[in-house]
């Protein structure tokens, strides 16, 4: 039973274009399994989701990325799954957070041109979904599928 | 009355991320508006936004851009209008493509941090919506606003 357990997907800087596809794919895919899916971003990631995501068909929670850190820190939110999506160093250090501050089992999802390179430096607890992905979402969403059914 | 009349959009590669979220943000506002909606695009980008608009609760009909090109020559199909989306030089010649071979009223769309530069080269009758957007897809979606009510 996942009913009542709640969901987080955290995403970083946009410029990788697969990372909103996959992050409103998956979202629905956990939302169908009986999570409470709340998504997180950087303002730019939230607006472009939510442009996208004109009705909230999708993803009925955004959050933006600065204010849920903090809650999760003061304990005042958390979750029982969280998804990091990271591409660059600077992404990285989303998972290395999560990883500190909540209690969720962490999923990183790893994607872009040096994806491979930048899984093998996660050295905290957390399933590696790593694919090449920059432009076509398909190895992404393939690996992610294997990992949610 | 816009019932029966059709739109085209068009998108190139998907290198700059308010593409695909202004690309479905606006096949659902004419589709509000009684357009039948078809969206073509690369691979890459119509890929993108298959796995996004999961359910096609946005977008009911995508096609491949090599698919519909010969399509419309041919004159087996044509639009009312045309929306292509454009941010680089090879983005640009789209425009141009469908200026040539469709009798659509043509939008030209550009954005990216060159969209400026890259609407003064356009030489062929089209109506430009043009922002500089490129990761907050807020200023292309108020300037789209206000050319579709």
Redesign the interface.
């Given at each position: 039973m996942t009913e009542g357990k709640k969901a987080l997907l955290v995403m970083g800087?946009?410029?990788v274009?697969?990372q909103?596809?996959?992050a409103?794919?998956l979202a629905?895919k956990l939302r169908k399994a009986g999570y409470d899916v709340t998504v997180a971003g950087t303002?730019?990631?939230v607006?472009?989701?939510r442009?996208?995501?004109?009705?909230s068909?999708?993803v009925q929670k955004t959050v933006d990325l600065d204010q849920i850190i903090p809650e999760i820190v003061e304990k005042k939110i958390d979750f029982d799954l969280c998804f990091a999506f990271m591409h660059s160093d600077a992404g990285m250090t989303y998972g290395a957070t999560f990883s500190a501050i909540s209690r969720a089992k962490l999923y990183a999802v790893v994607f872009g041109k040096n994806a491979e390179e930048l899984a093998k430096t996660i050295d905290y607890p957390a399933e590696k979904i790593v694919a090449k992905a920059t432009?076509?979402?398909?190895p992404l969403?393939n690996k992610i599928d294997r990992v949610i059914l």
């Open positions: 800087c946009p410029e274009p697969v909103m596809s996959i409103v794919y629905q303002d730019a990631a607006k472009l989701l442009v996208a995501d004109f009705d068909y999708y432009h076509n979402p398909t969403k």
